[in-house]
C-alpha cells in the first residue's frame, strides 16, 4: 500500500491535463470577446456601406 501511495507516475499526466484544460479554457475566452466585438463592428461597417 506504501508503494501505492508513492508512486507519481500518473501525477504528472494529470496535471498535464489540467495545464491543457485550463490553456484551452483562456483560447475559448480570448476568441469569444474577439468574435463578439468583430461582429459589432462589421454590423456597423454593414449599416454604414448600406445607407
Same mark, same amino acid.
Given at each position: ?7 507519481? %507516475?500518473?501525477?504528472?499526466? #494529470? ?8 490553456? #484551452?479554457? #483562456?483560447?475559448?475566452?480570448?476568441? +469569444?470577446? #474577439?468574435?463578439?466585438?468583430? +461582429? ?5 461597417? %454593414?449599416?454604414?456601406?448600406? %445607407?
Amino acid at each position: 500500500m506504501k508503494a501505492f501511495w508513492r508512486d507519481d %507516475s500518473g501525477a504528472t499526466a #494529470v496535471e498535464l491535463g489540467l495545464i491543457i484544460a485550463l490553456i #484551452v479554457l #483562456v483560447v475559448v475566452a480570448a476568441m +469569444s470577446a #474577439v468574435t463578439g466585438g468583430l +461582429s459589432q463592428i462589421l454590423d456597423k461597417v %454593414s449599416t454604414t456601406v448600406g %445607407s
